[in-house]
Every structure is written in C-alpha cells, then in structure tokens.
C-alpha cells in the first residue's frame, strides 16, 4: 500500500503542524520543503514549493496562483541520495490529484497538487539505519537545497511476550496499567502505539453473525529513553497504558449488546510506529513557541538548509495476532464501564 508521505498527515506522530512562515524580505524566493520517509511505504512523495513576497498582491491571492507556489518543472532536480555509498535516484513530478492524494481545501490552489514521487520500481530500498539526504538541486546556479536524515532501524517489542504460540495480553481491572516496552536503536525518538482489535458478534447459538474491527490509538508521541540500555546503542522504550483506558475506549465505541447476541474477541494488531529525531525536535519547538508571550518570538523549526520545512523518517513494527486474555474479559464483564457490552471469552 502506498501512502502519502507529507509533514501535514503525520497523524499519530504530530497532532497539528502549522503552514505559517513569517517572509520578511520581498521578491525573495524561500524553499518550502515537507516529507517523511518510512521503509513500509511503496512510494514515496514529498512536497516541494516555494513562498515569497510580492508587494503590490495580497499573500491570500498569491496562495491561490499555482505558477506562484511551485517550481516550474525545468527550475528544479530533485533526488534522494543514501549518505554512505552516495547511490541515488531522481525524484519524478507527479500530480498528487491523479495519484489518489488531492490537496486538503484550504488557502492553497488545489489544481495542481505537484509532488515529487520515488517509483516503486526504482530499485531504491530504505533501510532502516541508513541516513538519506534530500537534493534539489537548482537549474540557475544558485546553492542546492538539501536536508538529511536517519530512517530508524527495526524496533523490537519486549512487553507483551511475543514467544507463546498464540500471545496474549491483559487489560486487566486487578492491576494499574498495562506495560508495552520495545527497544529501538539511536535514530528512534518518538513513538505511538495503536491497536486494532477485531472481535466477533455471535448468536447465542454460537454461530458468527458479524465480524468487527475497531482501531485504537492507545499512547501518543512516548519518548525513549534518553541513555542506552545496554552495549550496542540500544535504547529501551516503555509507556504504561491505565488500567480503565482499554475499557473507555470500548464504552465509546461500542452499544449495548442486543439481547439475542453476544461479542467474542478474535485477535489484536500491537502496531509500534517511531519517527526520527527531527519530530522530537519539531515537538519541542513547537512547545516553546507556546509558551511565549505574544511579545515575544522564536524561530519555526526547520531541518532545511536553506528555507523552511521538516525531512524526517519512521519506522514501524507489528505484532499480530494477540489474544485479549480471559482475565480481561472478566474484569469487563464485572466493571461498570464495560459490563453491558457482552463479551465472552
């Protein structure tokens, strides 16, 4: 599956990301770059324009004039380039719209929605571990633009116990929370763990009358910790999920249980999503900013050599195939949050 990599979607990384550039000096041309890279994804896109100035327009009306947001497709080569053996591969111009991704509406022109692709075919992996520069390289002689960064190696899940043939995890009233630990190597920072739980509802006769699945965003944006855990550059994560947070999630999703049906869990999805140093940074900053004075200012984040933008990468680890244990499903059926949705185990 493809995905569209831009800094706007990061979703269970970022919760929001502003557009607004403070440009001060006219007719200059300012590079907007945005762009995240992860190994999962089949194609690769990153956004490319440009902002400036224009004394005698309003900014509203140059947002809307697409000679005036992107580069021309002459003015600019863009690349993608591994640090460590300075293989490479051209990035294409392709229009967002066509490839199933139209621009969100808003204060920018929609038609087109330029983006620069990597060609599934391209022969071009990302390898977790790697460093990979972004080029654009511009046709007037000017300085290239260029940003790198590091795609996070694989993250290895301690916590559930992934070693049982079929392994099981508990949302248990009878303890505080629930412990997901991983490790990560250095190039790991920020992490989110989603669940999707599929579960059945059955006739009391046993028999399958419908099957669910219900996605959960458990933990947003947990750090790592700080100094390695051990030899090796390895670097342990934990994040505790309450106790009553599973239950909740259930209650607000779910209706009460029809009297001639019950529900049965069938399995669950443990999905570890961890991006780069740049989105610590990025959430950092953007922290400060909050916690200014409107009289006060401080510089937007940027990891672009020249211009402004975010070029970042993640990485992911599923565990599938987990089983709410029998402990849980008897808690939900003794708490008051949970005991009218009818699970059985």
Request: net charge negative.
């Amino acid at each position: 599956m493809k995905k569209l990599l831009l800094l706007l979607p990061f979703g269970l990384l970022l919760s929001a990301c502003s557009n607004d550039f403070e440009v001060t000096a006219p007719w200059k041309e300012i590079p907007v770059v945005y762009g995240i890279l992860s190994p999962q994804d089949t194609a690769h896109y990153i956004r490319i324009e440009k902002a400036f100035v224009d004394p005698e327009k309003s900014a509203l009306a140059i947002a809307q004039i697409a000679d005036s947001l992107y580069y021309p497709e002459n003015a600019i080569t863009v690349w993608l380039e591994r640090t460590d053996n300075l293989s490479r591969v051209q990035l294409q111009r392709v229009d967002g719209a066509l490839e199933g991704y139209p621009r969100d509406p808003g204060v920018f022109t929609g038609q087109p929605n330029w983006l620069y692709k990597i060609n599934p075919a391209s022969g071009f992996p990302l390898i977790g571990g790697k460093t990979y520069r972004l080029v654009i390289e511009r046709n007037d002689g000017r300085p290239d633009v260029t940003a790198e960064t590091a795609v996070p190696g694989s993250f290895e899940i301690r916590k559930p116990d992934l070693s049982p043939q079929v392994p099981k995890i508990a949302f248990a009233s009878n303890v505080p929370g629930t412990s997901i630990e991983w490790r990560t190597d250095v190039n790991g920072y920020f992490f989110n763990i989603t669940f999707r739980i599929r579960y059945h509802l059955k006739n009391l006769n046993g028999t399958i009358a419908s099957t669910h699945e219900l996605v959960w965003e458990a933990v947003k944006n947990a750090e790592r910790e700080a100094n390695p855990a051990g030899g090796g550059g390895i670097y342990r994560g934990i994040a505790q999920i309450p106790r009553n947070s599973f239950y909740n999630f259930l209650a607000q999703n779910l209706q009460r249980v029809p009297a001639d049906k019950y529900r049965e869990f069938e399995s669950c999805d443990l999905i570890l999503d961890g991006g780069g140093r740049e989105i610590k940074e990025y959430l950092e900053t953007a922290a400060a900013n909050g916690n200014l004075t409107g009289a006060e200012t401080f510089p937007s984040y940027t990891n672009i050599s020249e211009g402004y933008g975010v070029f970042t990468a993640k990485n992911q680890t599923i565990a599938s195939g987990l089983r709410i244990d029998v402990v849980t499903v008897d808690s939900m059926n003794m708490s008051s949050i949970t005991d009218t949705l009818g699970f059985r185990y």
